[in-house]
């Protein structure tokens, strides 16, 4: 039974530049939700999608756009990148609300902005 | 907005000492969770607390919810040095917020 997984690992990008991180989830979950977490800080929500709707968003600006398939698996896409979205990108599923249910991270996206 | 305070930030033990992680919310929460993240590593659930005054144990480690619902610990007794890590609170309000809100972390490194 394959975990919650990301992609790709690691990615280098400059200021201006798009970015689409892609996650697939842990089988049998229908939850995404996706982090940025700075180096040093706890993981930021920056939304969550479940059947194929954005049910919440955090306090990220409209270049964070995000993305569910039928199949559950999800995209996060970065507009216009700034130096300050650097961080590591975490995708966790969860059957159902993360607030009530465990939620499962995967391993991340490092996005650099140069 | 809801926001998650823990401290400390960061813990440096001896080995077989024990340790101890404080999270405070600014608002009253439906349940808080815990996850450890090893360095290099993503976050790993280790347990969700929902009832006022609750207390979970899982080996060595001692989970509590404050009665108000608004605090939380995490007691390590007799550390090891497989303990290191980053120990996140991560609480949600419950209704029809469906996020969670994170601490800071507190970072704990054990000497052997």
């Known amino acids: 039974d394959a975990g919650v997984t990301q992609s790709p690992t690691h990615l280098i990008k400059t200021r201006g530049q798009q970015v689409t991180l892609r996650c697939s989830p842990k089988?049998?979950?229908?939850?995404v939700s996706w982090y940025q977490q700075a180096l040093g800080q706890g993981p930021q929500f920056i939304f969550q999608?479940?059947?194929?709707?954005?049910?919440q968003r955090g306090n990220f600006p409209d270049r964070f756009s995000g993305h569910q398939f039928p199949n559950y698996s999800s995209e996060l896409n970065v507009n216009a990148l700034l130096l300050g979205d650097s961080a590591l990108y975490l995708c966790?599923?969860?059957?159902?609300?993360?607030?009530?249910?465990?939620?499962?991270f995967g391993p991340g996206t490092r996005l650099t902005v140069l | 907005g809801q926001q998650v305070m823990q401290i400390p930030q960061y813990q440096h033990v001896q080995e077989g000492e024990d340790f101890t992680t404080y999270c405070n919310s600014s608002?009253?929460?439906?349940?808080i969770q815990w996850y450890k993240q090893r360095p290099g590593g993503h976050p790993v659930f280790l347990i969700q607390?929902?009832?006022?005054?609750e207390v979970k144990k899982q080996k060595r480690l001692t989970f509590q919810f404050g009665e108000a619902k608004k605090n939380s610990s995490l007691h390590i007794t007799a550390t090891q040095t497989t303990d290191v890590g980053t120990y996140f609170c991560?609480?949600?309000?419950?209704?029809?917020?469906?996020?969670?809100?994170f601490g800071k972390g507190t970072l704990l490194t054990v000497n052997p």
């Open positions: 991560a609480g949600n309000s419950g209704g029809s917020n469906y996020k969670l809100t």
């Open positions: 966790a599923s969860s059957l159902g609300p993360p607030g009530a249910y465990t939620q499962y």
């Open positions: 999608y479940y059947e194929e709707e954005e049910r």
């Open positions: 607390l929902v009832k006022s005054g």
């Open positions: 089988s049998g979950h229908d939850t």
């Open positions: 608002t009253t929460l439906s349940n």
